[in-house]
């Protein structure tokens, strides 16, 4: 029934599938919408009146394996949201590449790692990744409560697998989040992403 159900979810993502456009800051963010790991469509217009956080990652990416074993990414998740955030993590990994996971397998990894986010995007189809240029596991945005996308890039500045790098990194995600609940402009709007590169479908196939 939760494959059936994912399956259509799938669908009507694909059928309302927006034109794409380059993201830009200070800008409406990219539309879009997706199937979660539970086969629930979620879509950017779900949360209007809201912040959010999309973050990429891959179980492959030794980068995300470095937020996610430390515990940096979860701890950062878990005090946007209680600060009224909606996080969404979203996995482009296409089905035949390292990091490609079912429904299912998504479910268990986010049990596992003990995520915080609102829900995990599975955007195996890359329509998604594609509407905001996606590039790097992890890849960072925040849309700001009036829709428009206020930052994105890198979501510190250590561009190290070692762990030992988080320690006195720069955080742009919780900056950006701070500043836009001060009512502050972004201090760092646009910062290089790196990480893994994100595993694209090929056009018009998932």
Not at 184 to 189: D, E, F, L, W
Request: glycine share 6%; hydrophobic share 45%.
């Amino acid at each position: 029934m939760l494959t059936r159900r994912f399956l259509v979810a799938v669908a009507l993502a694909a059928l309302a599938a927006p034109a794409l456009a380059a993201p830009e800051i200070d800008a409406p963010a990219p539309a879009f919408s997706a199937a979660d790991e539970t086969g629930k469509l979620r879509a950017l217009a779900d949360f209007k009146g809201k912040v959010v956080v999309l973050e990429w990652t891959s179980d492959a990416c030794p980068y995300s394996h470095k937020h996610y074993d430390s515990g940096t990414m979860q701890r950062l998740q878990a005090k946007a949201r209680q600060g009224g955030v909606v996080w969404l993590t979203v996995i482009t990994d296409a089905p035949g590449s390292a990091g490609y996971m079912s429904p299912e397998q998504v479910r268990r990894w986010k049990r596992k790692v003990g995520s915080h986010a609102t829900a995990v995007l599975i955007d195996a189809d890359a329509r998604v990744a594609r509407a905001y240029e996606a590039k790097t596991t992890p890849h960072m945005f925040v849309v700001d409560r009036a829709g428009r996308l206020v930052y994105m890039g890198g979501i510190d500045d250590r561009p190290y697998v070692d762990p030992a790098s988080l320690k006195g990194a720069t955080n742009y995600v919780a900056l950006a989040l701070a500043d836009l609940k001060a009512h502050r402009p972004i201090a760092h709007p646009v910062t290089r992403p790196y990480g893994c590169s994100v595993k694209y479908a090929p056009v018009g196939r998932p």
